[in-house]
């Protein structure tokens, strides 16, 4: 069974550009959550996405937007990229079978903008 | 509003030795704590979880993590550390009658253990 898959695994963009980050859930979870983590810094959280809308929002300006599909996989938008969005972006599936369910975390994306 | 300090940055202790990785949390009731585990190159891993009941909770790898209501902690704790446990951990924390996406994590602790 495959975990959390997210692509690609590296990414160089520059200033002002447009990235798209995916992610592939467990195998039966239908809710995805993403999560920046900058250098040092622990995980902050974007947004989650539940039935293809989004559910809850973390404190992140509209540049960063998302997308679920129906087969329950998931999409990072960031638009007019800036030096600040380098990071580390995780993809988090859950269950929503219950307040917190388990969240396993795919590996990343490494973002950098120069 | 929610927050969560891990005070140590980096921490090396010698394989075979116990560990305490500190967590303190500041929330307005109980809340749901978490302590997850990043190896390089890897995603989190979940260590173990307290929800409610008994605050001393196993987790896997040998781990345990004790709630102190009183001192607002959740420190993580493993009798004899192996070279393996070299990572970085994480302590976080999601409110009740939230969201299940929404953790607020502490800056982390990376542990190195010396042969």
């Known amino acids: ?22 992610c592939s859930p467990k195998s039966g979870h239908d809710t995805v959550s993403w999560y920046q983590q900058a250098l ?9 996405y539940y039935e293809e809308e989004e559910r809850q929002r973390g404190n992140f300006p509209d540049r960063f937007s998302g997308h679920q599909f129906p087969n329950y996989s998931s999409e990072l938008n960031v638009n007019a990229l800036l030096l600040g969005d380098s990071a580390l972006y995780l993809c988090a599936s859950s269950p929503y079978s219950g307040p917190l369910s388990e969240q396993y975390f795919g590996p990343g994306t490494r973002l950098t903008v120069t | 509003a929610q927050s969560v300090t ?9 394989e075979g030795a116990s560990l305490e990785l500190r967590c303190n949390y500041s929330y307005g009731a109980t809340p749901y704590l978490f302590w997850y585990v990043q190896s390089p190159g890897q995603g989190l891993q979940l260590l173990l979880k307290y929800f409610s009941g008994d605050t001393l909770v196993q987790g896997i790898k040998g781990f345990e993590a004790e709630f102190k209501r009183s001192q607002s902690s959740f420190n993580l704790r493993k009798p004899s550390v192996h ?20 953790l607020i994590f502490g800056k982390g602790t990376k542990l190195s253990v010396k042969p």
């Open chain 2, 83 to 102: 070279w393996s446990d070299a990572a970085e951990y994480f302590c976080a924390v999601g409110a009740r009658g939230g969201s299940q996406g929404n």
């Open chain 1, 1 to 22: 069974d495959a975990g959390v898959t997210q692509s690609p695994t590296h990414l160089i963009k520059t200033r002002g550009q447009q990235v798209t980050l995916r």
């Open chain 1, 40 to 48: 040092g810094q622990g995980p902050q959280f974007i947004f989650q």
């Open chain 2, 6 to 14: 891990q005070p140590d940055i980096h921490i090396t202790v010698s």
